[in-house]
């Protein structure tokens, strides 16, 4: 069953195109990456699917209801969360507070905030770290930082964007491990990401977008495989060194 359905999704700012007549689902419990060069739209969707725009046209359905036009707050509490490319923590807080914050939108009593936010820092590896300050954390734990955060208002969907970027090749197989984590949780995730390797060992389902259009879907394999894909995005030579490497699909 979809938990997300996005249907002929346009965002027009002005003339320009950003997401254009988008369609796809997300699967209850799956994890769908969506990829596609700079500019190609994949945050105005997490932005449009999270309440944070209105879409121009178009239908959001989550979870069986329509979503198209509700406020942020009401799409995060429906348990639809998105971080963000550029992390936001509140930097005089420490991690553990900033956890905080997540679990007690969820409306948490003390006590049960205080357990949802040791969970969610220990899923997201941050344990160690929950009495620093927020704002002197490396860039990796600030990443981490904000899934943790996003994780403690417990949402069905929880959507990263480009939560990898920055991180060195250690730290990614670390968020790759979480993202796997969560999975399990039974949590359905939708993730923006550049590195390519990262993306096809965790998605059940890859979504492509060029210019504001879907260009291709498809499994992972499918879509090193897509001439369309590899003309706009991938380019042959990543593809042939990414099926060399045998990390095309977590499932093989
Ligand atoms: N708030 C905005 N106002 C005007 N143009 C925007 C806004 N947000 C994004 N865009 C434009 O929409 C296009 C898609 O951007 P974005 O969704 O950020 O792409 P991606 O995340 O795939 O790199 C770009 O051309 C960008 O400049
Ligand atoms: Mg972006």
Request: overall charge negative; proline content about 3%.
């Amino acid at each position: 069953m979809a938990l997300l359905e996005v249907r002929n999704l346009t965002m027009k700012f002005g003339s320009l195109v950003a997401c254009n007549d988008v369609s796809f689902d997300v699967e209850k419990g799956s994890v769908v990456g969506l990829i596609g060069p700079n500019g190609a739209g994949k945050t105005t969707l997490f932005n449009c699917v999270s309440g944070f725009y209105k879409p121009t046209s178009g239908k959001l359905i989550f979870d069986g209801r329509d979503v198209t036009n509700l406020p942020a707050y009401e799409v995060a509490r429906l348990g639809a969360v998105r971080t963000f490319q550029v992390v936001r923590p509140l930097k005089e807080m420490t991690v553990m507070d900033n956890v905080l914050v997540g679990a007690f939108l969820r409306g948490a009593d003390a006590d049960t905030a205080h357990k949802v936010a040791e969970e969610c820092l220990s899923l997201c590896r941050l344990e160690d770290k929950s009495h620093n300050l927020a704002g002197g954390l490396p860039i990796g734990y600030k990443k981490r930082l904000e899934m943790a955060r996003a994780l403690a208002t417990g949402p069905n969907l929880l959507m990263l964007d480009e939560a990898m970027a920055g991180l060195t090749s250690t730290e990614i197989k670390e968020a790759l491990e979480i993202i796997k984590g969560l999975r399990e949780r039974g949590i359905t995730l939708l993730v923006v990401e550049h590195i390519m390797e990262a993306i096809m060992s965790v998605a059940d389902m890859v979504v492509v977008l060029d210019g504001g259009v879907k260009i291709a879907e498809g499994t992972p394999r499918e879509i090193v495989e897509d001439e369309k894909v590899i003309t706009a995005y991938l380019g042959a030579k990543f593809t042939e060194r990414l099926k060399r490497s045998g990390e095309v699909t977590r499932n093989d």
